[in-house]
């Protein structure tokens, strides 16, 4: 009946008519005024995902041999899942993580013990770095972890994210687990996952390459045996003593069996599985993906002859050119001899595709192929289309930006691509799953295809957000929310609890959205800046604007000076009245500005090069900067002169700033201007704390309460008040942790509205809504954008009333 992080507007025409709303309104001033009568430390608040749909690579696939239907999903950026069978959608594993654990928000693998369902083993860790890393352990499926360090490093988010698993538990001592290691050969721990020890026995003790083992597993047929896959020596190694003793399999492939580019690396091991039918399953290919992987071919061994066969699927189109692509996905159904698929990867023209066989590869079924509509559409695309389209509602953006969609004479929609995760369900042969470098897709009736009909299929994403949020605003009318996020472009949210309808941005289409702005007096004009699909500069790809509240958008028709150079496009800036624009945060040139929507470009002065502009959202052509340096912080403030093409920039303060220090995310250093009084600057600097000025940056107060600011957001004023809220990620107080606050006066109080087991890793950004008190969005590195609403108790359900 209510519905959080909806739109104002609907929940009005949905629920309320209009006497009934001029009834409820004394309640709702009540309510806020009730709250405010006591002093409050906290405030709890419900938070759930403004949705998109997945958004980014899932390397791995895991699921239990042990009970149906218990499947896990692992992101490179964005943790663990766990599918819910019941409807079709994923739950969050580790939003608890907080802003000093986010690390362990990158999954380098999973296992599961094979004689306990409910024991799950993540080894997390996103990036390398001395004790970066850890083990999760959980005896509940994820629902609570015990938390263990690593004494070596790991890297969810490095090349090599697409071989795996490298965690495996021991079927026969389900105590022992093994772990291959980037840098550090293998390790065993005894006390699940508690302390771990290196192998000393094994052949390879260090990788200089930083792919080491790739993956780890045991044969749950016969006790003691285990392989183990290095990329190091390329070379898959047995051990049939448990560990103690290792030795080459005999005949392995060395040398690939097809010409290849001068330095190529020798076939290298990356997945493998154990068919029913005795025989071990390896794809081999000269990288580990996903960035590049030029070759690759599939073997099978049988350990009972010692010998391999060479099983490739093959090219099914005559365009290919160049490297031929590897092979990274591997699944089985565990209980038929002989069924096992493949995945291909980079393999671009034709297009990456998954392989099925029933035969222990002697025949492949290639699904992409079978899947399409017309087949493969030709030369020179190539392309595998899903017949009947899968994208609408689930996921509209996956066409990215082809609104022609199949016919578009470029189009990039796909059967999937970085496809490394694959999965047969070993409780039900019929369903198939699949990650990409976008989204999962699943099939229930995969084995149609092997008559030569298309299998089912659909998005099995939901309730995987795996967004990295660059850019958010939240104009004062039209869409609530705006969105500039890494790889996919970017959004505008008509509703949140659906993936945008629209799509992604387009004209011009965006890989990376970096800058978004609203006019604070002309809420339908909206800029964005971005790395683009296709590079040009007249029309300029690099920046676009919009006067219907970013439903539509036009680029500009010339590119600022410096913008193709920098990062994801610099930052745009529009003044209170829509008529000026602002271009800056270039490496090698002055912030321009321009009266015409983009048509000329003229520099500003007075402003250090490589520093952002942000506009004042009351009064028209006025821009604001902060300037960072060793010395402390500088506060300039300028009025563009449109008549006679100038704008200078001056240093304002007379208050002496200081830098920005010990900051991480995007946070630090960044102006937030509020949008309903003119000159009113907020300004967090990381450890030197919270800044605040009334008078467009000339005189500043430090908030003596705030010893940490990473990010500062103004949004909605509490109902009766004319003071805006304003939203806090950093610390309220010197006891207090890192974390997210609002205060309702100004900064005189701050209350905190996340709790334990809602932190994500904390946020890289954050935003208030202008419409809705007391909302706050969460831009989040992996995990999307999270949208946090007070819960009025006294409301029905626990829901805040609109």
């Known amino acids: 009946?209510?519905?959080?992080?909806?739109?104002?507007?609907?929940?009005?025409?949905?629920?309320?008519?209009?006497e009934l709303w001029l009834i409820l309104l004394p309640l709702i001033l009540m309510l806020g005024a009730s709250r405010s009568l006591v002093a409050q430390t906290s405030e709890t608040y419900r938070f759930q995902p403004v949705t998109i749909v997945a958004g980014g690579y899932v390397p791995g696939l895991v699921a239990s041999s042990a009970e149906p239907g218990l499947i896990y999903a692992r992101t490179d950026i964005g943790s663990v899942y766990r599918w819910n069978a019941s409807n079709q959608t994923w739950m969050p594993l580790t939003d608890f993580h907080s802003p000093d654990q986010y690390n362990l928000n990158g999954p380098e693998s999973i296992a599961l013990d094979p004689t306990?369902?409910?024991?799950?083993?993540?080894?997390?860790?996103?990036?390398?770095?001395?004790?970066?890393?850890?083990?999760?352990?959980?005896?509940?499926?994820?629902?609570?972890?015990q938390t263990y360090s690593a004494p070596f490093e790991m890297c969810s988010n490095c090349d090599g994210r697409a071989a795996g698993e490298r965690l495996a538990v021991n079927p026969?001592?389900?105590?022992?687990?093994?772990?291959?290691?980037?840098?550090?050969?293998?390790?065993?721990?005894?006390?699940?996952?508690?302390?771990?020890?290196?192998?000393?026995?094994?052949?390879?003790?260090?990788?200089p390459d930083n792919f080491g083992v790739q993956w780890v597993l045991f044969d749950p047929h016969h006790a003691g045996t285990l392989y183990v896959g290095v990329y190091t020596t390329s070379t898959v190694y047995v051990s049939t003593n448990d560990g103690s003793t290792w030795s080459a399999l005999a005949g392995q492939p060395l040398a690939w069996p097809f010409s290849v580019r001068a330095g190529t690396h020798a076939p290298a091991p990356e997945r493998a599985v154990i068919n029913p039918d005795g025989d071990l399953?390896?794809?081999?290919?000269?990288?580990?993906?996903?960035?590049?992987?030029?070759?690759?071919?599939?073997?099978?061994?049988?350990?009972?002859?010692?010998?391999?066969?060479?099983?490739?699927?093959?090219?099914?189109?005559?365009?290919?050119?160049?490297?031929?692509?590897?092979?990274?996905?591997?699944?089985?159904?565990?209980?038929?001899?002989?069924?096992?698929?493949?995945?291909?990867?980079?393999?671009?023209?034709?297009?990456?595709?998954?392989?099925?066989?029933?035969?222990?590869?002697?025949?492949?079924?290639?699904?992409?192929?079978?899947?399409?509509?017309?087949?493969?559409?030709?030369?020179?695309?190539?392309?595998?289309?899903?017949?009947?389209s899968v994208y609408t509602p689930t996921s509209p953006y996956l066409t990215f930006g082809n609104t022609s969609y199949p016919n578009s004479p470029y189009p990039s929609a796909k059967f999937g691509w970085w496809m490394s995760a694959l999965l047969i369900d070993p409780f039900n042969p019929h369903h198939l799953m699949y990650g990409t470098g976008a989204t999962i897709y699943g099939t229930y009736n995969v084995d149609a295809a092997l008559t030569g009909t298309s299998p089912t299929w659909s998005v099995e994403a939901r309730g995987i957000e795996e967004t990295a949020v660059l850019a958010l605003i939240s104009?004062?009318?039209?869409?609530?929310?705006?969105?500039?996020?890494?790889?996919?472009?970017?959004?505008?949210?008509?509703?949140?609890?659906?993936?945008?309808?629209?799509?992604?941005?387009?004209?011009?289409?965006?890989?990376?959205?970096?800058?978004?702005?609203?006019?604070?007096?002309?809420?339908?004009?909206?800029?964005?800046?971005?790395?683009?699909?296709?590079?040009?500069?007249?029309?300029?790809?690099?920046?676009?604007?919009?006067?219907?509240?970013?439903?539509?958008?036009?680029?500009?028709?010339?590119?600022?000076?410096?913008?193709?150079?920098?990062?994801?496009?610099?930052?745009?800036?529009?003044?209170?009245?829509?008529?000026?624009?602002?271009?800056?945060?270039?490496?090698?040139?002055?912030?321009?500005?321009?009266?015409?929507?983009?048509?000329?470009?003229?520099?500003?002065?007075?402003?250090?090069r490589s520093v952002p502009v942000y506009a004042d959202k009351v009064a028209p052509q006025v821009f604001y900067a902060y300037a960072?340096?060793?010395?402390?912080?500088?506060?300039?403030?300028?009025?563009?002169?449109?008549?006679?093409?100038?704008?200078?920039?001056?240093?304002?303060?007379?208050?002496?700033?200081?830098?920005?220090?010990?900051?991480?995310?995007?946070?630090?250093?960044?102006?937030?201007?509020?949008?309903?009084?003119?000159?009113?600057?907020?300004?967090?600097?990381?450890?030197?704390?919270?800044?605040?000025?009334?008078?467009?940056g000339i005189t500043w107060t430090q908030l003596a309460n705030v010893p940490y600011a990473n990010s500062v957001a103004v949004g909605a004023a509490p109902p009766r008040s004319h003071t805006q809220?304003?939203?806090?990620?950093g610390e309220a107080s010197p006891t207090d942790a890192m974390a997210i606050y609002r205060s309702d006066d100004n900064g005189k109080s701050w209350i905190r509205i996340n709790d334990a087991l809602h932190q994500y890793g904390g946020p890289t950004l954050i935003q208030a809504d202008p419409r809705v008190y007391g909302r706050v969005y969460l831009g989040m590195n992996g995990r999307g954008i999270i949208c946090g609403d007070p819960v009025f108790n006294d409301s029905p359900g626990g829901q805040p009333i609109k």
Request: charged residues 10%; aromatic residues 12%; glycine residues 12%.
């Open 475 to 608: 104009p004062s009318s039209g869409a609530h929310l705006l969105s500039g996020v890494g790889d996919i472009g970017g959004f505008r949210h008509v509703g949140l609890n659906v993936s945008p309808q629209a799509g992604m941005y387009t004209n011009p289409v965006a890989t990376s959205v970096g800058s978004l702005d609203w006019a604070g007096q002309a809420p339908n004009f909206i800029v964005r800046a971005q790395s683009p699909a296709s590079a040009s500069t007249v029309p300029c790809t690099y920046g676009a604007y919009s006067t219907n509240n970013g439903a539509s958008w036009m680029p500009f028709p010339t590119c600022a000076s410096g913008a193709s150079n920098a990062s994801n496009g610099g930052i745009v800036a529009a003044d209170a009245s829509g008529t000026t624009v602002m271009w800056s945060d270039f490496r090698n040139s002055a912030a321009q500005f321009s009266v015409d929507d983009g048509t000329t470009w003229i520099a500003s002065t007075g402003l250090p």
């Open 281 to 388: 399953y390896v794809n081999f290919d000269d990288q580990p993906g996903p960035d590049v992987m030029n070759y690759g071919i599939v073997e099978k061994y049988d350990p009972s002859s010692k010998s391999w066969t060479n099983i490739t699927p093959p090219i099914d189109a005559p365009f290919q050119s160049g490297p031929l692509g590897g092979f990274a996905g591997l699944t089985q159904d565990p209980n038929s001899s002989g069924t096992i698929a493949v995945s291909t990867m980079d393999r671009w023209y034709p297009v990456d595709t998954v392989y099925l066989s029933q035969d222990g590869g002697s025949t492949w079924t290639n699904l992409g192929l079978v899947t399409s509509n017309t087949g493969d559409d030709g030369p020179p695309y190539g392309n595998y289309y899903f017949s009947p």
């Open 116 to 145: 306990n369902p409910s024991r799950l083993y993540i080894a997390a860790g996103m990036y390398e770095y001395p004790n970066c890393c850890a083990f999760l352990v959980s005896s509940d499926r994820g629902a609570t972890f």
């Open 1 to 18: 009946m209510f519905f959080i992080c909806s739109s104002v507007r609907q929940l009005r025409i949905r629920l309320f008519g209009r």
């Open 725 to 729: 809220s304003v939203f806090l990620y």
């Open 172 to 207: 026969f001592r389900p105590n022992e687990l093994f772990m291959g290691t980037r840098l550090n050969g293998l390790w065993v721990s005894e006390n699940y996952a508690r302390t771990w020890t290196q192998v000393a026995s094994f052949p390879v003790t260090s990788s």
């Open 628 to 696: 960072s340096g060793s010395s402390g912080g500088s506060f300039y403030s300028t009025t563009v002169d449109p008549t006679h093409g100038i704008a200078v920039f001056t240093q304002v303060s007379n208050t002496a700033l200081p830098s920005s220090a010990g900051c991480y995310g995007s946070g630090c250093g960044v102006v937030d201007v509020n949008f309903a009084k003119a000159g009113d600057v907020w300004l967090p600097l990381g450890s030197n704390g919270l800044w605040h000025s009334a008078n467009g």
